[in-house]
Structure formats: structure tokens, C-alpha cells
């Protein structure tokens, strides 16, 4: 077996105290991405390249005791995979990102891993039935034409856009910001059993390694650099969420966010990357549009605006409001819903064309109605 081919030498390099993605892929560069040859550089080799003396001695004081942790952890199952960028199972995508890691854990179906197209969910922890409901609609449609669904595990969005895939029979990929002989939170350990079934559950990060808060911002990267595009469906000015977008059109990926109520704090941070020229959606044939090239071949389906699949709160909404003007208080009434979840769905009718608004501030159901 070649050098570069050895798990244990990927290991050492990736656990090095000190080395970092950026710095790592660095190394692999100039070091024709073989570990081994890094790992035994003479001092004055490293130095000749331009390496500062703390990487030196970083490199120097490399061990085997937390590789053999991983090593365990990969002889345990026969679903458990160790990918490094060597690999062809490695995500080329990924690949292209100048911190990408310089291996993944796998706990689940390698093959998920080449699975085109791919789509990321994000969105906050703490949506609403309405940003719930929405993610739902679109994951499901986005599983149905072909798409591989990434995200991160996490309570909300990320949850909701997991299961609407292992409903629809779809591929779907966990990140998590931890290892992988944890499920971080251990609520969600029984969608992480079924995502592994649908796809897999990946790490940059070790087994035995913690949800440390600043794992999060790192594993974000990965979700956007894994996927074509990335979906924010509700997220506050401060959402993590945001950290995912920003890495992902660092990357030169595709940001799609779903617009809501300007009065509700969940959709600040999706105005203010529409505003900084993210792509404003309503519905999933807006996704197909951008990638049209990859779905082609894809299972076809009819999504278009006027022949929409409505989620159940926005259906019962409008069956309320009907064809005479109504006011935003009869209707906030009538629904039993609040008033933030309300504005947001009328805000998506009123972009499929469902329903319009007077010169007074009433709502009818549009005369064009495609139903």
C-alpha cells in the first residue's frame, strides 16, 4: 500500500495539535498530499518551504494515542468509514475549499457521499410551525426531483428537513460537530439512526470529541461546502444559520433564502442576505431553475408556481380568506395563529400568487388562483 493510502498517517497529521485545515491542506500541497512524507520532512526541508518553527515542533510532537481511538472506532462497525482526501469517495466538491478537511468519519453509505444534486437545509433551532412547515415542503420536493439533503442535526429547520427526506425515500446527510460515537443532541438519536439508513452521518472531528460551541461555526463550512447551494429557511440577525451562508458564498456556492414577515425577528437574517443578493424563493421550482443542468435528468415533476403544493397551515389560511377582502385581524382570529406566523404565510401566498392585497389592506383570494 502506498504511503498516502495509510489511514494512520492521514490520522496523525489531522490530530496534530496546531494544524489547522488551512495550514493542513498547505502541507498536503507542498508535500504532494502524502501525510507520511510530511509527518518525516527533515527540519530544514519544512523551513525551506516556509514553515514557522511552532508547526515544526507541532509536527515533531505528533502521537498515536488518539489515532488508535479513531482506529478502534472504525473497526467497530462495518458501516464506519474513515474518507481522506486520497479517497475517491471523497466529496470533490469539498475538495475544492481551501480548508476542506483533510478526512471525514463516516458512519453510514460512502456512496451518499457522491450523491449529485446536493442541496443544504439551515434555519434556526427555534422556527415556527410556519418556518417548520416550510422547510418540510421544500426538503420533500427537493428529495422527490433527485437532491441529497446536508444539514446539521440540530433542533428545527435542520430536524425537519431530515425527516421530510426519510419520508420521501430521499438521500440525507447529518454534519455533526462532534464524533461520531455520540449523537449531539441526544434527542434526535433515532433520526440519527434513520439518517444513517438514508445516507450517512459525517465528522471532521474524532470519536470521543465534545459539541464544543466553537465545533459549530467549523462544521458549517462543511455543510455549505458539501452542497451546491445552501436553503436558510428562518433565521434571526444573529443565526448561526448566517455563519452557513457566508461560508458558503466564500465558497462560491448558491444561497437560496425563504422571506417572511418583517416583523418577525426569524426572518431578519434571510432580508438581510436577500439584500446582499441571496435568492429570494417561494417555492422549489425557484431551486430547479438555478440547477437546471443537474436536475435534468433527475425525476420529474410539475412545481411550478401556479401548481404548487401548499403546506397544511398555508392551505387551512387560505381556505379562510376565500374571494372577499378580509382584514389581518380577522384572519390572525379566525386561524388561531399567531400574528408573526400569519404575516409569513401570507407572505408566501402573496408570492404564489394566491392571494392579493388591496390599496386598504385587505385579502382576497387572487381571481388566477391555479388550483
Not at 467497530?76 to 480548508?99: A, G, M
Request: aromatic share 6%.
Amino acid at each position: 500500500m502506498h504511503a498516502t493510502d495509510r489511514v494512520e498517517d492521514w490520522l496523525r497529521l489531522q490530530q496534530t495539535r496546531g494544524i489547522g485545515s488551512l495550514l493542513c491542506n498547505r502541507l498536503l500541497k507542498q508535500f504532494f498530499h502524502d501525510p507520511d512524507a510530511i509527518l518525516n520532512a527533515p527540519k530544514q526541508q519544512l523551513i525551506k518551504h516556509g514553515f514557522s518553527a511552532g508547526v515544526i515542533e507541532a509536527l515533531a510532537r505528533a502521537n498515536d494515542i488518539c489515532v488508535q481511538v479513531s482506529l478502534d472506532w472504525l473497526a467497530q462497525k462495518s458501516d464506519h468509514h474513515i474518507v481522506t482526501q486520497n479517497n475517491p469517495l471523497y466529496p470533490s466538491l469539498l475538495k475544492t475549499c481551501p480548508d476542506a478537511p483533510a478526512l471525514l468519519y463516516v458512519a453510514g453509505d460512502t456512496n451518499a457521499l457522491l450523491h449529485t444534486p446536493r442541496l443544504a437545509f439551515v434555519g434556526s433551532r427555534r422556527c415556527t410551525r410556519v418556518g417548520q412547515s416550510t422547510a418540510t415542503v421544500l426538503a420533500q420536493q427537493a428529495a422527490d426531483i433527485g437532491f441529497c439533503i446536508f444539514s446539521g442535526l440540530a433542533y428545527g429547520i435542520d430536524a425537519a428537513a431530515h425527516r421530510a427526506v426519510i419520508q420521501s425515500q430521499g438521500t440525507t446527510i447529518a454534519v455533526l460537530a462532534n464524533g461520531l460515537d455520540s449523537v449531539y443532541p441526544k434527542a434526535h438519536s433515532l433520526l440519527a439512526q434513520d439518517i444513517r439508513q438514508r445516507g450517512a452521518l459525517i465528522s471532521e472531528y474524532p470519536p470521543a470529541s465534545r459539541p464544543l460551541a466553537q465545533h459549530f461555526p467549523q462544521r458549517n463550512r462543511i455543510i455549505s461546502g458539501l452542497a451546491f447551494g445552501t436553503v436558510v429557511v428562518e433565521a434571526a440577525a444573529r443565526s448561526g444559520s448566517l455563519i452557513t451562508a457566508r461560508h458558503a458564498l466564500e465558497q462560491g456556492r448558491e444561497v437560496f433564502c425563504v422571506p417572511g414577515a418583517i416583523n418577525n425577528p426569524l426572518t431578519q437574517g434571510c432580508h438581510r442576505l436577500i439584500q446582499q443578493g441571496a435568492k429570494l424563493i417561494t417555492g422549489v421550482e425557484d431551486i430547479i431553475a438555478e440547477f437546471s443542468d443537474m436536475t435534468g435528468s433527475c425525476r420529474q415533476h410539475n412545481y411550478s408556481s401556479e401548481n404548487r403544493n401548499l403546506d397544511q397551515y398555508a392551505k387551512s389560511l387560505l381556505e379562510l380568506i376565500e374571494y372577499d377582502p378580509i382584514s389581518i385581524d380577522e384572519i390572525i382570529q379566525k386561524s388561531g395563529l399567531t400574528p408573526e406566523e400569519v404575516c409569513s404565510m401570507l407572505v408566501v401566498l402573496e408570492a404564489a400568487g394566491r392571494v392579493i392585497c388591496d390599496t386598504n389592506g385587505l385579502y382576497s383570494q387572487s381571481t388566477t388562483d391555479g388550483n
